[in-house]
């Protein structure tokens, strides 16, 4: 066949196959071009308030107040664009990512985005100049937790359930980063991210078992004396031992009574955390649901509570989470996949702290 005459027939048989076939872009349904364009905008604004927060920090300009919203909500826009386009086009969910986040939620190649998003929150978050570090951070949390507990009447092993739970605390609320401030937040600093009022119900509530705490465990409370003495003065919220102890006095403590029953319905350590973190973001209803002897079945409903949920990245991704307006503690349990990897470094820390 003459070379012309080839190449008009590859021609015709390249423009039926085309016929034949659409494009990908041609066969997406209205539904499916809108998923789309919604996850590339999302994305586009998150490189776009990355970059900037970058410039601003680089360039040592002010930064605005609360300068680590924008790049949370543009964070959660993009996972929330990402579940969308994979519930309309199943066949856009990828490869497992390196955040442990389920691939239907996060396409792993935008990992480096994540990646500056942290690195940028530990500038903005960094401690204020004076903050108080502990050389032991990790030990102290445990120390700390285990002798609360003991003082609550927990026997031994469940004590060291609570340290262990405590240390996971730690890395939920700031990674394991002592002293840190608040890139959301004008209220919750330091460890445990606390307020001033529960600080301040919190240095109450170690003041009435300190005399106990004394008698059982000299050492520590000789530790807290010299701790105390070094705060004084200053936001108690920025010794790294005093935060501790004062955060876990004011939400945690009285919850260690419980441990014995939760350790038997929540055998599993991790999910013994995201229990205590509950505790933390919607203190009310958890007390509730441990009181009503059915935790895991106990619903919560109250679009208030929802909307705390949603605001500690539970429910907050996809229209299909953000539409539910009730959820039974397994399920909240269950929806807390962001916190698994946080409480994976808690229990790897914890280890070796407390080698068996």
């Known amino acids: 066949m003459p070379a012309r005459r080839q190449l008009l027939a590859i021609g015709a048989l390249g423009l039926l196959l085309t016929t034949l076939v659409p494009s990908r872009a041609q066969t997406l349904t209205a539904g499916q071009s809108e998923a789309v364009a919604t996850y590339e905008r999302a994305l586009g604004d998150f490189k776009s308030i990355l970059a900037e927060r970058r410039r601003q920090i680089d360039a040592k300009q002010p930064l605005p107040n609360l300068p680590g919203q924008a790049l949370y909500l543009a964070r959660v826009a993009v996972i929330s664009a990402y579940k969308d386009l994979t519930d309309a086009m199943p066949s856009r969910i990828g490869?497992?990512?390196?955040?442990?986040?389920?691939?239907?939620?996060?396409?792993?190649?935008?990992e480096p985005l994540v990646d500056e998003y942290s690195?940028?929150?530990?500038?903005?978050?960094?401690?204020?100049?004076?903050?108080?570090?502990?050389?032991?951070?990790f030990k102290d949390v445990v120390d700390l937790a285990v002798a609360i507990a003991r003082a609550k009447g927990l026997a031994p092993d469940h004590a060291e359930a609570a340290g262990r739970i405590s240390l996971g605390l730690f890395f939920a609320e700031t990674n394991g980063k002592q002293n840190v401030r608040n890139g959301r937040s004008n209220?919750?600093?330091?460890?445990?991210?606390?307020?001033?009022?529960?600080?301040?119900?919190?240095?109450?509530?170690?003041?009435?078992?300190?005399?106990?705490?004394a008698a059982a465990d000299p050492d520590l409370s000789a530790r807290d004396d010299k701790e105390e003495a070094r705060a004084r003065g200053?936001?108690?919220?920025?010794?790294?031992?005093?935060?501790?102890?004062?955060?876990?006095?004011?939400?945690?403590?009285?919850?260690?009574?419980?441990?014995?029953?939760?350790?038997?319905?929540?055998?599993?350590p991790i999910d013994q955390m995201k229990l205590f973190e509950l505790i933390q973001i919607i203190p009310t209803p958890t007390r509730a649901a441990l009181k009503s002897g059915d935790l895991l079945?106990?619903?919560?409903?109250?679009?208030?509570?929802?909307?705390?949920?949603?605001?500690?990245?539970?429910?907050?991704?996809?229209?299909?989470?953000r539409a539910r307006t009730s959820a039974s503690f397994r399920e909240i349990l269950g929806a807390m996949w962001l916190f698994k990897r946080k409480f994976e470094k808690a229990m790897a820390k914890y280890a070796e702290i407390k080698p068996r």
Request: proline share 8%; hydrophobic share 35%.
């Open 95 to 110: 490869r497992p990512n390196k955040f442990e986040i389920p691939p239907a939620y996060f396409d792993a190649d935008i």
């Open 187 to 213: 209220t919750y600093m330091g460890s445990f991210q606390t307020g001033p009022s529960e600080d301040r119900n919190g240095r109450r509530k170690w003041a009435a078992i300190k005399g106990e705490i």
């Open 234 to 268: 200053t936001d108690h919220r920025f010794n790294h031992w005093t935060n501790v102890r004062d955060g876990l006095m004011n939400a945690h403590a009285d919850i260690f009574r419980e441990i014995p029953g939760i350790v038997k319905t929540l055998p599993d």
């Open 119 to 137: 690195k940028l929150f530990d500038i903005m978050e960094a401690p204020p100049a004076g903050a108080q570090n502990s050389a032991t951070p």
């Open 297 to 321: 079945n106990y619903r919560v409903s109250s679009p208030t509570i929802m909307k705390h949920l949603r605001n500690n990245s539970i429910f907050a991704f996809g229209q299909a989470d």
